[in-house]
């Protein structure tokens, strides 16, 4: 049976996809630097948990409250990402 186009390209995106959970309430401990919001302190943020560019785990977060956002790595210092780090060169 021939081999329809994109089906390599799905197949290489489900292996390397990361898990699913809940996008409202956290599950384990919460990484470096997500904790509060960096600009206004609010605890209420929105987390996700995805993969970059460069294949590294991270969560974007967003602050509902001061539509503040921001990228970290998930084995990082707390730092947030810069935007090439995210969405890779170019």
């Not at 384990?28 to 943020?45: F, K, M, Q």
């Not at 001061?66 to 998930?74: K, P, R, S, V």
């Amino acid at each position: 049976m021939a081999r329809r186009k994109g089906d390599a390209a799905r197949a290489r995106a489900a292996a390397a996809a990361e898990p699913l959970g809940s996008m409202s309430q956290a599950t384990g401990p919460l990484p470096l630097g997500t904790e509060v919001c960096l600009r206004c302190g609010s605890d209420r943020l929105t987390r996700i948990r995805m993969g970059l560019t460069d294949g590294r785990p991270a969560y974007f977060v967003s602050c509902p409250a001061c539509e503040q956002t921001n990228w970290f790595a998930l084995e990082g210092d707390g730092t947030p990402l810069s935007k090439d780090e995210v969405t890779g060169p170019g």
